[in-house]
């Protein structure tokens, strides 16, 4: 069995398509796994829903997945971000909040938790450092732990004796070992904010248990004239630029 794991599509059809077509170059995958934010900053919710059921998938809510559909409050929004929410959601249709108000908040996939932000606050936290990271080893009782939120690519080592240490994700990872748990955030498809412009994604192969991190170009000026075009904010179309 294979996985394809997706964060943070945000409403970029142009990026997830792109993956989708990347994924089918490698041979395809049997199931994705989304761990939310389906929706939001980008110009194309709808699409990108709609897209996404059109395969075997699993997925959780994303902060942004709430509020879209008024769940949760935009308050804790910057101005730019809740701006993006109430156009959105001016853009669902009906099956599209339904499917959104269904999203679980986390799942369980034999070895692997799915949360968006962490296991101790599946909606919120920012799991970045190694002390967050430690203190969400006791929120899952799994071998691993996936996570989005951050739209930074990268994976947390955490040992017995609790400790965890910060490593950048590299284009192969195996998870053979049995000493040591992993918390791995596999990047964002459709807004990366680790400097590199390019969607990002990881496949994870069962049978050889290792993971596959990808990064896959994509036409950015297409998604930033239908940005301009609906009326969202400059700053998030100029931002996809510079993957920040
Ligand atoms: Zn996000």
Redesign the pocket.
Known sequence: MRHAILA?I?GNLVAFEAVLQHIKRQGGVDELWCLG?IV?YGPQPRECIQLLREYDHISIA???DLAAIDKIDISDFNPNAAAACLWTADQLDAESVTYLDNLPMTLRRSDFTLVHGSPRQPVWEYLLSESSARCSLAHFQTKFCLV??S?IPLCFVCFADGSCSLRELRPELGLAADDYRLIINPG?VG?PRDGDPRASYVVHDAETGVLYHYRVPYDIATVQQRMVENGLPLHLALRLIYGQ
Request: hydrophobic share 0%; net charge negative.
């Open positions: 943070d945000h934010d939001g994303g902060n942004h989005g939120h739209h964002s807004q």
